[in-house]
């Protein structure tokens, strides 16, 4: 489309010539076109990956001293601080998030490159105990070509997530964004580069999920898959994956209970539920979807919570006053209807929302929905401002319900009572638990689920030694190979 600009993908360390069918990206708020990118071939992808791959063999970064690797991912952290405000304003138009939301997510977002940077650094490896007069040394080496498929809901921050973690191992990475907002992720190639990163070390690849990313994803030469997304997409790349022997980490979709017991203030607890619920426009993966109310405080909290929900402010995302922004596309308007739609069919009460606003772009308004454990909105991910509410008359029950989906990625627990909170939590499965918290999120700390949500962890230690592998190595000073000669007791055999 002429007048746009075009963002081309980024490999071998500049922005290569553009490919000759483009995608164009909108801004879900205006429903306005706001740039294209490339729609990246099949044989295109299959030479970016042959060429990563002898990057990694011949390249400087794989056999790189960690204090290099320290180096690099330290200056790209600042480098991203300094153009903050740029990436703020490609997150706002090309996801219609709210800014002030933007502003707050990613500035902490150069806090993953600097924690990944010091553990490649200070990544220490271990002598295990060998019986005898052996020392085993086991030590960590980067594993080669990885994948990554990211998301639209949070693009730079799931990206640097992934990028960071595998350039600190000593990886070349090939990231592919989302064709709906790929754009912040594009730009993070020339910002590696000022930073002092080999060129070829990372690739940053565009076009469709159907096309590119199988296209990506079934490519043999990979050493490891890092997907972010819905359950059809693992389903249709595992297969391939688990021909080819590459293994996968994969976080996927989440139906997050947010459990709120009696001894919660009303005021509090609301306030707990609107921000698990409708940050993003409830468009993340532990998005308080569920929200299990105890009896004795229900009716009080479902009349605040109505109040509070219906005075949220939606509206122009670059407004600094506005708290709610589009949801993504018009499809996504069409899966909160449908979910509403069908809530009402089974029986459940609207509570508010339940529609869209009348005013251009993709909109949905926030929405309470009163229903049960059984429902089609209680069990499925509505991955927008479609929230279930349900009255649990015991703890039991609340535990029975938060346990009661196919998903086990997060969950909230919201009680003054020390010893409750515990016992909940010991009893939920769900791959992170907060306390009297949700969304609360740090490098350090693993995050994946289980079941349907997933397998494998971003960030911590866990994600850092996805990336790497393991070589254990005996050395023998005192066992004699005499097994032929003189079998005995000095004799050893394992």
Not at 77 to 102: D, I, N
Not at 422 to 430: G, K, L, N, S, T
Not at 454 to 477: D, F, L, W
């Amino acid at each position: 489309m002429s007048g746009l600009p075009h963002y081309a993908n980024w490999v071998n360390g500049k922005y290569s010539s553009p490919t000759s069918d483009h995608i164009i990206v909108s801004n879900p708020a205006t429903e306005e076109s706001i740039a294209t990118v490339d729609a990246t071939s099949q044989e295109a992808v299959n030479s970016i990956i042959k060429e990563s791959l002898s990057n990694f063999r011949n390249g400087t970064w794989s056999i790189a001293d960690a204090t290099i690797r320290f180096n690099v991912l330290v200056k790209a952290a600042a480098l991203l601080r300094s153009r903050m405000e740029e990436f703020v304003s490609l997150e706002v138009s090309q996801t219609g998030r709210p800014v002030q939301e933007m502003k707050a997510q990613l500035a902490r977002i150069p806090e993953w490159l600097e924690y990944f940077a010091s553990l490649s650094r200070t990544y220490e490896g271990s002598v295990t105990p060998f019986k005898g007069p052996v020392i085993n040394t086991l030590t960590r080496s980067p594993i080669g070509v990885v994948a990554q498929i990211t998301p639209w809901n949070h693009p730079l921050l799931i990206a640097i997530k992934k990028i960071g973690v595998a350039l600190a191992a000593g990886n070349t990475v090939v990231v592919k964004p989302s064709e709906l907002a790929p754009i912040s992720v594009l730009k993070l190639g020339e910002l590696f580069k000022e930073a002092g990163l080999p060129d070829g070390t990372l690739q940053i690849i565009s076009g469709y999920g159907r096309d590119t990313g199988k296209f990506l994803c079934q490519n043999p030469s990979l050493a490891r898959i890092d997907l972010t997304g819905g359950l059809l997409t693992y389903k249709a790349i595992a297969p391939i994956a688990s021909q080819n022997m590459i293994p996968i980490t994969a976080e996927l979709g989440g139906k997050a209970p947010v459990c709120i017991f009696p001894n919660m203030e009303v005021t509090e607890a609301v306030r707990a539920a609107l921000f698990a619920s409708f940050i993003a426009s409830g468009q993340t993966c532990v998005t308080g979807s569920r929200l299990l109310v105890h009896a004795d405080i229900y009716d009080e909290f479902v009349l605040e919570m109505v109040k509070r929900t219906t005075a949220l402010r939606l509206g122009d995302p670059t407004d600094p006053t506005t708290q709610i922004g589009a949801v993504i596309n018009q499809a996504a308007v069409d899966r909160c209807a449908a979910f509403v739609s069908h809530a009402v069919e089974e029986g459940g009460k609207l509570l508010c929302g339940g529609d869209s606003p009348d005013r251009k772009g993709f909109f949905f308004k926030p929405t309470l929905i009163e229903t049960d454990g059984k429902s089609n909105l209680f069990c499925n991910e509505v991955f927008g401002p479609v929230i279930a509410v349900v009255k649990c008359a015991s703890e039991e029950e609340i535990i029975e319900l938060a346990n009661g989906t196919s998903f086990a990625l997060g969950a909230s627990v919201w009680t003054r009572d020390f010893a409750q909170a515990h016992r909940v939590a010991e009893q939920i499965d769900a791959g992170i638990l907060w306390i009297n918290g949700h969304h609360l999120n740090d490098p350090s700390s693993p995050w994946g689920g289980f079941r349907e949500s997933g397998m494998g962890k971003e960030n911590g230690r866990e994600a850092y030694e996805s990336y790497t592998k393991v070589k254990s190595t005996v050395i023998n000073y005192g066992v004699p190979p005499a097994w032929f000669d003189a079998p005995g007791e000095q004799a050893r055999y394992g």
